[in-house]
């Protein structure tokens, strides 16, 4: 029991302190990064307004893709690329990445990298 309580508070500590250095506006919005064990979730957010401007998710993805199985490496850079063409659509072509308390590697940069292929600049 108490290990989960220490492996929790460190993660909470670590994600305050990344998003304590980040703000999104409209114009450069915040990707935040939900990784779970089968999906990966990604999602602009204007902190000024405290809105979401565009999401899209693995889970979506699975659904348009009608069966194609990809691993979830692939999967986070598609998503990526998804959120990365929806953005541009709402003309907003700059972003901050807020990784949260997950490291920048494996399904978490993969998904950034999609992002940068679209045509967001990170």
Do not use: H, W
């Not at 304590?20 to 957010?45: D, H, L």
């Amino acid at each position: 029991m108490r290990r989960r309580v220490q492996t929790f508070n460190s993660r909470e500590r670590r994600k305050t302190k990344v998003r304590s250095r980040i703000k999104g506006t409209a114009e450069r919005p915040r990707i935040s990064v939900f990784r779970s064990n089968k999906y990966i979730y990604a999602q602009a957010i204007d902190d000024e307004k405290r809105q979401t401007l565009a999401a899209y998710n693995s889970l979506k993805f699975r659904k348009e893709s009608k069966g194609k199985k990809l691993t979830k490496s692939e999967e986070a850079f598609r998503v990526g690329e998804a959120l990365g063409k929806i953005l541009l659509k709402k003309n907003i072509k700059q972003a901050v990445f807020d990784r949260g308390y997950y490291k920048y590697t494996g399904r978490v940069a993969k998904l950034a990298e999609g992002l940068r292929k679209a045509g967001v600049k990170i």
